[in-house]
């Protein structure tokens, strides 16, 4: 490790919380180059969801690496591109009566992000977007703008307009609804809050402490979006691609995105891929105004047709996402019991938050948890929550083996 610490840049982040060299993986399971194992729980922050080299999604790009197969080619067309809009269109839009067209965006999330800004405000002729406390969004000027954190939005080193907060649903605890708020704020002539081009949402916090937004509240800031004329934005990034245990995070509220951004686990291999989808009428695009160079990646295209067809042609997959996510569930909280009401357990699906109220004790659990072998990581606005994100094909012997490392690690850090 000490050859990185003089080579690389003092920013590298993830390799500081896991001082190891890793080498292979298969699935939820890491090798270090000195022959340790490591169970997986952090899954590329939610880029792995189907677990590390799926032999199965492997297959359709080997196969195509060997066929000469265009890989790069800019934003051109390609029966690699043709493939993947037609399955996506198929197995997921139709399926769940939703129409949309596909945005290939430069490859990272916070990208996509920025396209779906400045579409909004395009659209819209305003500026202003409503997004969130806690909420994150990604690295890049206008994304770190609408994201709350206060140590990455210092290191931007401009400063950042163009967004305003709004409290997330439960901020405020049960004292004001906070979805009335954003309504009143809104409607309010003199409320002295711009009227927003957009207002953009997780339906889970991520980065932000896995903060769960209910149906309820999530259906009532889409409406106000709608009676003030601002599109409706899902940022779908972590928590889309079945996280949830749907293949959208916001399809239990019957939400009707007017952009829904999606990257991380979309190429379902690890390989960068982010796309908007948006919704008919509102491509206000003029060819070429939101550009780059590597758009649709065509070998990410091939692993995330792949990962669609074996993953979402039937309910199967869906189902056994949710039966794990409440096991993972049942046996957070039975742990959190054991220590008189101190910790929360929170989430959806397969993401869920252990919030352990201080830094210290979030930080010393994962920290033995790692020297036991598991690989967890902390979120959280003073990264005071575990954050369980295995992958979504996990094995349950797997799981509860992760599982039990934490248990330990937590209660030696109590101890
Ligand atoms: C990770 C993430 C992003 C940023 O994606 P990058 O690929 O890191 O730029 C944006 N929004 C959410 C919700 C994310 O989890």
């Known amino acids: 490790m000490q050859a990185f610490e003089i080579l690389e840049s003092n920013v590298r982040s993830y ?66 591109k043709l493939e993947f809009m037609q399955t996506f269109s198929s197995v997921i839009l139709r399926e769940r009566d939703m129409q949309y067209r ?6 990272t999330g916070a990208n996509a992000v920025e396209a779906a800004l400045k579409l909004s405000r395009k659209v819209t002729g305003r500026q202003n977007i409503i997004s969130f406390t806690h909420g994150y969004h990604g690295m890049s000027l206008g994304a770190i703008a609408a994201s709350g954190n206060r140590f990455y939005r210092t290191a931007s080193g401009v400063s950042l307009s163009g967004a305003t907060f709004m409290p997330f649903d439960g901020y405020l605890e049960q004292v004001v609804d906070t979805a009335d708020y954003l309504r009143t704020v809104l409607m309010d002539e003199g409320s002295g809050i711009d009227r927003p081009a957009a207002i953009l949402v997780e339906t889970v916090q991520g980065e932000g402490g896995i903060n769960v937004a209910s149906k309820e509240w999530l259906q009532s800031i889409q409406a106000t979006a709608k009676d003030v004329g601002a599109l409706f934005i899902v940022d779908d990034i972590q928590m889309g691609c079945g996280r949830t245990g749907e293949f ?19 190429s379902g291999y690890g390989l960068p891929l982010s796309m908007l989808l948006i919704k008919e009428g509102l491509d206000a695009w003029r060819p ?25 042609r039937s309910r199967t997959f869906s189902q056994g ?14 742990i959190a019991s054991e220590y008189e009401n101190s910790f929360a357990v929170r989430g959806r699906g397969m993401v869920l938050g252990f919030d352990c ?49 934490f248990e330990e690690a937590l209660a030696e850090t109590v101890r």
């Open 288 to 312: 070429g105004e939101h550009t780059g160079t590597f758009r649709g990646n065509n070998l990410a295209l091939v692993s995330a047709t792949a990962a669609i067809n074996l993953y979402w």
């Open 321 to 334: 996402v949710q039966s794990i996510g409440e096991l993972m569930r049942r046996r957070l909280e039975a």
């Open 248 to 266: 959208f995070s916001f399809e239990f509220a019957a939400l009707s995105p007017d952009i829904v951004v999606l990257s991380k686990s979309l």
């Open 102 to 107: 596909f945005q290939f965006t430069g490859p």
């Open 15 to 80: 390799s500081r919380s896991f001082p190891a060299i890793l080498s292979r993986a298969r699935g939820s399971i890491m090798l270090t180059e000195d022959g340790r194992k490591l169970i997986d729980f952090l899954s590329g922050a939610g880029a792995l969801n189907y677990g590390h080299n799926n032999h199965r999604i492997k297959e359709a790009i080997t196969e195509y690496l060997a066929s000469d197969a265009v890989v790069h080619g800019l934003d051109m067309a390609t029966p690699a």
């Open 357 to 405: 109220r201080t830094t210290e004790v979030a930080e010393a659990t994962t920290r033995k948890a790692f020297e036991k072998g598991l690989i967890v990581e902390r979120c959280g606005p003073v990264d005071q929550v575990v954050k369980f994100l295995p992958a979504l094909t996990i094995d349950v012997q797997t799981l509860n083996q992760g599982l039990e490392i």
